[in-house]
Structures are given as C-alpha cells and as structure tokens.
C-alpha cells in the first residue's frame, strides 16, 4: 500500500507539475507579445516582492507540517489540533499585518522600482492584485496539511491540475475580449489561488475529519514553539532573497527595465525546470517525516539513500536535456527575443540545479531534525556575498546581466557540494561522508548525459516543435536507461520495478 502510494504521488505531482509547466510556457509568449517585455518582467518582479514579505510570515507556517505530522502518527491527536489551530489563527494576524505592507508598497511604488509612465497605473493594479493573493495564501495555507499528513499528495496534485486549467481559461478570456492588461496575470493567479483553498479546506474535512481548526485550540506556548523552531527558515529564507530572489530588482534598478525582462525570460524556463525536479524529494517528505515520527531509523536511512538516486536519475536527466537543447528552445519559443545573450543567461542559471540535483532530499533534513541554524547562516552569508560581488561587478566591468545570473549559482557550488551532505550527515548522527559516494556518482552521470545528448542534439535538425519533441524523448528514453543501469545498485532496481509493477497492477 505504501509503494503504491508513493508511485501515485509522483505520478500525480509530475503529471500537474508538467501541465502546469506546459501552460506557463504556452501562455508567456503570448502575454509578452500581447503587453510587451517590459511590462511582463514586472509579473516576476511582483511576485519577488511577496517572497521577501514572506519572510515575516514563514517562521510560524513553515513548521506546521512537521509538528502535525509527528503528532498524529505519535496519536496525540489533541496535540495536533492544538498546533494546526494556533498555526491557522496565528496567520489570519500575520495577513492583517502583512496588508499594511502592502499598502505602503503600493502607495509609495513608483519610488521604489523603475516603472514605464505608460504603464504605471496598469503596473500598480497588478501589485494589488498579488498582494491581495498573497494575503489569502497565507491565510488558508494551513488547509493543505491534512493531505501532507496523510501523505496523500495526489489529492493537492489533482487540484492542482483543474486550477491550472482554469488560469488558462481566465487568461485567454481576459486577452481575448478586452484590452490586453498585464494585470490579467494577476487575476488569474488570484483565481487559481482562491479555488487552491477552496478545494484544500474541503479535501481535508473529507480525508482526514478528525483534524480541526478552533479557537478553544488555540495555545500561545505553541506560537512561540513554532516561531522558535520556524524562525531559522524565516531566516533561511531572507538569505535565499539575497541570493536569487533580488536579481530582478537589482536589474530594474541598475541596468533599467528592458535588461530586467531579458533575466525575467532568460529564467524562467530554468526556474519552471526547477519545479520540475523538485517534485520526486517533494513527494517523498511526507513518507520520510512519517519513518522519523516512528524512529524507523534504518529503513529511513534506506529510504533517504534510494530517494536522493531516483532523484539524480530524473533530475539529471532533465537538466541534461535543457542545456544541450537551450538554444534550439529558445529559437522556437521566443523567436523574436532569441539571443547567444538569452542562452548563456539561463544557462548561467543552470549552475546551480547541476549543484543541487543530487543532494535535494537532503535540505528537508533539516526540517526533519529541526536543524535549520546553521544551513541558514550559511545561506546568508551566500547571499551577502552574492550581493556585493554583484555590485562590484557591475561597477567595474561590462558582465551587467550575466554577473547577476552567474555569480549566485556558483556560489551554490560550494554550498551544494561540501556544507548540505556533510551537515545533513550530521544531522542524523552519521558518517560526515555518507552521501559522497551518489553524489560523485550522479555527477558523472549527468556529465555522461551531456556528452550525450550533445551529439544527439547535432545529428538531429531541432528546427521545429515536432522534432525538438523526437529530440527530448530521445535523450530522455537514453537518459533513463542510462540512469538505472548506472546510478542504481540491483537491489534498487528490483525495488524500482516491484513499485512500478503494483502501480500498473492497481491501474489496470
């Protein structure tokens, strides 16, 4: 039952992830053909100005999940009513708050970033708008925590798919009958979060009823217990601000808005790719968590070390594929934009998934073990000389773009290949070297693939959609194969078979 599990939940979280990513790709050349560059790069910029106001809120909510978790597969069923309704009022008085920022933001826009006088007024009512989805995000977050522990990720997944659908819908409605607005983007992901917590709040009073949110719950020691726990990760997450999340600020305000929508495009196929691969350790979190509530440590060990190389296979894979057919991609969808500048942008970019492909279980690690001190100084110290170096660099050379792509990916090297394992190793009280042998291992896979998929990439014409698809199954058929047969020992693929062989059997 648990295999078959497992397997559902990656199936159905790839399955959304892909649509959803299909959609985005889809409907980005359209929206920046329809408002222009220029305007479009404010959707990503926006989107960044809610991620730093999330620092304040994510040292009460990013806990929760755990603290729940372990409560309820430790039978304390009380307990976990007592954090889920804590954790759920506490945000409704963090929203409260947080609007107040926004309406600073908003008001006072203009001075803070360079906006286009043309389309200021349209560029405002987008921030209000996700703002305005921001606030009801965090205020119904809590609503998913029923189906993470439940490990019941489908459910969300299949949510996730329908609101897909219908931001396309909202889209091209908009588009279609009135005036091209970019603040449509807005509305739509307002939409789409909306019905995300509709359909969140009635999935888990149907999966799991027992679970409930009250005021009589409400406990103030817990709301301290969660920010202490949590404020490493609000923490964490200011220094993953200073790292990647301020590029397109820095670009707006230092090299003006055209040079901001060209890193907006240029990552955001990279960025879509990330999601991507984050979806197997994702899905594997909950079964994880759940083997550490029962101190199950050696089968949790086990099933880390398998979780981290069916990572590396379809991670590898993925990433492979896009570097050796970035060019051809772009050619085909943003032609009038294609550039060698936009290639080498996103593949700067690139950098630091090659980093952290093979190690991306390991960062839930410390959520698990509720380590998460020193992981964010570490990442913050990245951020700051991300920063600095960025400044200098633009200062004193010609680099402009690409120092600000580049220089926060390899600096992940470092953070990726030496601190996460020894420390995550740490963490479980194991050998710091541990998790050396995947990752050199996955390393030479997915230079494997890029030998690769280059001479596949050169023999096949990539001229248009249809035989970039030949290209891409192709690589990713061989980079499977590859992958088994070299990453995985004989009993993980018997494993990987046995879980593949029950889907297919509950499937038909």
């Known amino acids: 039952m648990r295999r078959r599990q497992a397997m559902l939940n990656i199936g159905a979280n790839l399955i959304s992830v892909i649509i959803s990513l299909v959609i985005s790709f889809l409907l980005t050349p359209f929206i920046v053909t329809n408002i222009g560059k220029e305007a479009y790069s404010f959707v990503p910029i926006s989107n960044n100005f ?68 043309n389309i200021f007024n349209d560029i405002r009512l987008l921030f209000i708008i996700i703002f305005a989805t921001f606030l009801v995000n965090i205020s119904t977050t809590t609503f998913g925590v029923a189906a993470f522990c439940k490990n ?16 396309v819908v909202v889209i091209l409605v908009l588009f279609r009958y009135f005036d091209p607005k970019v603040y449509y983007v807005g509305v739509s992901v307002f939409v789409v979060v909306a019905f995300t917590a509709v359909f ?13 949110t009250s005021i009589k719950y409400f406990r103030p020691k817990i709301v301290w217990e969660l920010f202490t726990s949590g404020m490493w990760n609000s923490f964490n997450q200011l220094s993953l601000v200073l ?7 820095i670009a707006n305000i230092m090299l003006g808005a055209s040079a901001a929508a060209m890193l907006a495009i240029a990552k955001t ?30 089968l949790f060990i086990k099933e880390l070390m ?57 960062f839930y690690i410390f959520t698990i073990t509720n380590k998460l001190k020193w992981p964010s100084i570490v990442v913050f110290l990245e951020g700051m000389a991300n920063i ?15 120092a600000i792509a580049g220089i926060s990916s390899f600096l992940e090297l470092f953070r990726c290949l030496v601190f996460v394992p020894i420390y995550a190793a740490y963490c479980l009280k194991e050998n710091r070297f541990l998790f050396y042998n995947s990752i050199v291992k996955s390393l030479i896979y997915i230079a494997t693939l890029l030998f690769v998929f280059s001479g596949i990439s050169i023999i096949t014409p990539n001229q248009t959609w249809g035989s970039l698809l030949i290209s891409i199954s192709l690589m990713g058929i061989s980079g499977l194969l590859i992958g088994v047969f070299f990453v995985l020992d004989k009993e993980d693929r018997m494993k990987m078979l046995t879980k593949l062989n029950g889907l297919i059997a509950n499937l038909f």
């Not at 804590?86 to 008085?93: A, D, E, M």
């Not at 019941?152 to 931001?167: M, P």
């Not at 790292?243 to 600020?249: P, R």
């Open 152 to 167: 019941r990720l489908e459910v969300t997944s299949v949510i996730s798919i329908v609101a897909s659908l219908i931001r």
């Open 50 to 117: 809610t991620a730093y106001m999330t620092i304040l809120t994510i040292a009460l909510t990013s806990m929760t999940s755990r603290f729940v978790t372990l409560k309820v597969h430790r039978n304390e069923m009380v307990l976990a009513n007592e954090y889920l309704s804590t954790s759920f009022f506490v945000n409704l008085i963090v929203a409260v708050f947080c609007s107040v920022i926004c309406i600073f933001i908003v008001v006072f826009l203009n001075k803070l970033i360079n906006i286009p006088a």
């Open 306 to 362: 398998y979780t981290l190389k069916f990572t590396s296979i379809f991670s590898g894979t993925a990433i492979a594929i896009f570097i050796a057919l970035s060019a051809h991609f772009f050619r085909l969808w943003v032609p009038s934009l294609a550039s060698s500048e936009l290639t080498i942008l996103a593949l700067l970019t690139m950098v630091s998934l090659i980093a952290s492909f093979s190690i991306m279980p390991l």
């Open 388 to 402: 600095a170096i960025v400044f200098l660099l633009i200062k004193t050379t010609n680099f402009g773009l690409f």
């Open 269 to 298: 196929a990279p960025m879509a790719l990330q999601i991507l691969i984050g979806v197997i350790p994702t899905t594997f979190s909950p079964y994880l968590t759940i083997l550490f509530a029962k101190d199950s440590r050696d």
């Open 200 to 212: 969140n709040y009635i999935t888990a009073k149907k999966i799991m009823p027992e679970l409930k």
């Open 243 to 249: 790292l990647t999340g301020v590029d397109l600020l």
